[in-house]
């Protein structure tokens, strides 16, 4: 309701889905397509600003539901295939149309629900799956589910979809560092002394607890968004802009990251857990249906990492990595901070520095030195070169999914992860899991609200650097 569907009716609106799309929606909700369009008018149509009323009623025409409880028992005792009959009726003499089957379920009902679609007969060569992370909670779950549902798709029907690679920004720093020839030069270690990926967030996790106890933050972000905004800052130049090329070079990325393990892992990475601070709970006190475990004592609610990657153009040069919930601002961003030119002349000045901002406000900042202005001598003053895509561009800027949603139907897989990327990202993650589970110690607690754990702020510091916290 609140991402899919606008994404959808967005795509309808822009003439991008063919006259004869429908929409189905599998749920155990038991509603009729009258019932599940009245509940979308309802809670979509608000979503929707500025929304022409011909296409939304066109939209809401394509919506169909099917009641289906996968893996589920008929009074008999045998497998309850009712919905799985309404669905092929309702998919009957159309099998020459492309069919995307999303998975908003848990990433444990991925092979079972796959499973089913092939024993309905509705699986067709000109059929895909989108499946939405977490893809596992680490190697050998991610390498259980690759193989289910491979068994049934082949890895070119299968989108394992990462809003995140659909942002603006995101696609803009592909453009940025390849199609204009200023930066290539010194894009590497001569020239960069560090690189910051920041996505952190102002919300707790009200009524999930349950889930994120079992996930944290290293699984639930580090995994999945931001080794792939690592992966887009750090891949070499692909050949061409080819659907399998770029992920080629984003492999090699993860495969070149350098192994925490050990008592690296201490060194290297930071966890933290929120406390009560003022009117904001910590994460044992969030609301949730049970009271909280010795597993939700453990778990971390942030994440900070300096990882390496090893290879020639990256050598020597950290990329920090840093995500948590309850902290002071909602911000995701890729900071390239530049080494200080060779002999200042002038006094006072500060390295160059790269933002890219993917939210709240997408955009690109260079923060550049400049004479202040005056008679008398040279002072120097940081100032910012920006480009906001809002004021920039008058289109409208899509949303990250209807971006991909739209890419999955045109069968286009650039922005989603393949398997070997995905299992290279947990290849790496499942070290630092591993020592901090055998682990006596207890996440960092850092008060709600605050910029996260004192760790995090020493993990740069002993190097003499510092976070990235410009609230502008």
């Given at each position: 309701?609140?991402?899919?569907?606008?994404?959808?009716?967005?795509?309808?609106?822009?003439?991008?889905?063919?006259?004869?799309?429908?929409?189905?929606?599998?749920?155990?909700?038991?509603?009729?397509?009258?019932?599940?369009?009245?509940?979308?008018?309802?809670?979509?149509?608000?979503?929707?600003?500025?929304?022409?009323?011909?296409?939304?009623?066109?939209?809401?025409?394509?919506?169909?539901?099917?009641?289906?409880?996968?893996?589920?028992?008929?009074?008999?005792?045998?497998?309850?295939?009712?919905?799985?009959?309404?669905?092929?009726?309702l998919l009957a003499g159309h099998?020459?149309?492309?069919?995307?089957?999303?998975?908003?379920?848990?990433?444990?009902?991925?092979?079972?629900?796959?499973?089913?679609?092939?024993?309905?007969?509705?699986?067709?060569?000109?059929?895909?799956?989108?499946?939405?992370?977490?893809?596992?909670?680490?190697?050998?779950?991610?390498?259980?589910?690759?193989?289910?549902?491979?068994?049934?798709?082949?890895?070119?029907?299968?989108?394992?979809?990462?809003?995140?690679?659909?942002?603006?920004?995101?696609?803009?720093?592909?453009?940025?560092?390849?199609?204009?020839?200023?930066?290539?030069?010194?894009?590497?270690?001569?020239?960069?002394?560090?690189?910051?990926?920041?996505?952190?967030?102002?919300?707790?996790?009200?009524?999930?607890?349950?889930?994120?106890?079992h996930a944290g933050a290293l699984?639930?972000?580090?995994?999945?968004?931001?080794?792939?905004?690592?992966?887009?800052?750090?891949?070499?130049?692909?050949?061409?802009?080819?659907?399998?090329?770029?992920?080629?070079?984003?492999?090699?990325?993860?495969?070149?990251?350098?192994?925490?393990?050990?008592?690296?892992?201490?060194?290297?990475?930071?966890?933290?857990?929120?406390?009560?601070?003022?009117?904001?709970?910590?994460?044992?006190?969030?609301?949730?249906?049970?009271?909280?475990?010795?597993?939700?004592?453990?778990?971390?609610?942030?994440?900070?990492?300096?990882?390496?990657?090893?290879?020639?153009?990256?050598?020597?040069?950290?990329?920090?990595?840093?995500?948590?919930?309850?902290?002071?601002?909602?911000?995701?961003?890729?900071?390239?901070?530049?080494?200080?030119?060779?002999?200042?002349?002038?006094?006072?000045?500060?390295?160059?520095?790269?933002?890219?901002?993917?939210?709240?406000?997408?955009?690109?900042?260079?923060?550049?030195?400049?004479?202040?202005?005056?008679?008398?001598?040279?002072?120097?003053?940081?100032?910012?070169?920006?480009?906001?895509?809002?004021?920039?561009?008058?289109?409208?800027?899509?949303?990250?999914?209807?971006?991909?949603?739209?890419?999955?139907?045109?069968?286009?897989?650039?922005?989603?992860?393949?398997?070997?990327?995905?299992?290279?990202?947990?290849?790496?993650?499942?070290?630092?899991?591993?020592?901090?589970?055998a682990s006596d110690q207890l996440?960092?607690?850092?008060?709600?609200?605050?910029?996260?754990?004192?760790?995090?702020?020493?993990?740069?510091?002993?190097?003499?650097?510092?976070?990235?916290?410009?609230?502008?």
């Amino acid at each position: 309701m609140r991402k899919l569907l606008p994404a959808l009716y967005h795509g309808d609106r822009e003439g991008r889905l063919a006259p004869g799309t429908r929409v189905i929606a599998m749920s155990r909700g038991g509603l009729t397509d009258e019932d599940f369009r009245g509940k979308v008018d309802a809670e979509v149509r608000d979503r929707i600003p500025g929304g022409d009323p011909e296409v939304w009623r066109r939209f809401l025409g394509r919506l169909h539901h099917v009641s289906v409880d996968v893996g589920g028992r008929a009074a008999d005792g045998g497998a309850d295939r009712s919905g799985w009959d309404a669905l092929s009726a309702l998919l009957a003499g159309h099998e020459d149309r492309d069919r995307v089957f999303y998975l908003a379920s848990p990433p444990r009902t991925f092979g079972v629900f796959c499973r089913e679609l092939a024993d309905a007969g509705l699986v067709t060569p000109r059929s895909r799956v989108v499946l939405e992370k977490p893809l596992g909670h680490d190697l050998i779950s991610a390498q259980r589910i690759n193989d289910e549902v491979g068994a049934i798709f082949d890895e070119r029907q299968i989108f394992r979809i990462d809003h995140y690679l659909g942002k603006e920004t995101v696609q803009n720093l592909l453009v940025l560092r390849f199609a204009n020839a200023f930066l290539e030069p010194i894009w590497n270690s001569l020239w960069i002394d560090h690189v910051q990926i920041t996505a952190a967030e102002t919300v707790g996790t009200p009524g999930r607890r349950g889930y994120y106890d079992h996930a944290g933050a290293l699984r639930d972000m580090v995994q999945n968004h931001l080794l792939q905004l690592l992966c887009l800052t750090a891949m070499e130049p692909p050949a061409r802009n080819d659907r399998e090329a770029i992920r080629d070079e984003k492999v090699k990325v993860l495969q070149a990251l350098r192994p925490i393990t050990g008592g690296e892992v201490e060194r290297f990475t930071v966890r933290g857990q929120y406390v009560e601070s003022g009117d904001m709970p910590g994460y044992l006190d969030e609301p949730a249906s049970t009271p909280p475990t010795e597993e939700s004592r453990r778990v971390e609610t942030f994440t900070a990492i300096r990882a390496e990657i090893r290879n020639w153009r990256w050598a020597g040069v950290p990329f920090y990595l840093r995500t948590g919930k309850r902290l002071p601002r909602r911000v995701s961003e890729i900071v390239v901070q530049f080494k200080d030119v060779p002999h200042s002349i002038f006094p006072g000045g500060t390295p160059n520095r790269l933002v890219l901002r993917l939210q709240p406000e997408e955009g690109i900042r260079l923060h550049i030195m400049a004479k202040e202005p005056g008679a008398g001598e040279v002072t120097l003053k940081p100032v910012p070169l920006t480009l906001s895509f809002g004021e920039t561009f008058t289109a409208r800027v899509p949303e990250a999914y209807e971006r991909l949603l739209m890419d999955v139907l045109a069968g286009n897989p650039t922005l989603f992860m393949r398997r070997d990327e995905v299992e290279a990202a947990w290849r790496w993650i499942d070290p630092i899991l591993a020592t901090w589970e055998a682990s006596d110690q207890l996440p960092e607690p850092y008060p709600a609200g605050s910029a996260g754990p004192a760790g995090a702020h020493d993990l740069l510091a002993r190097s003499g650097r510092a976070w990235h916290e410009d609230v502008s």
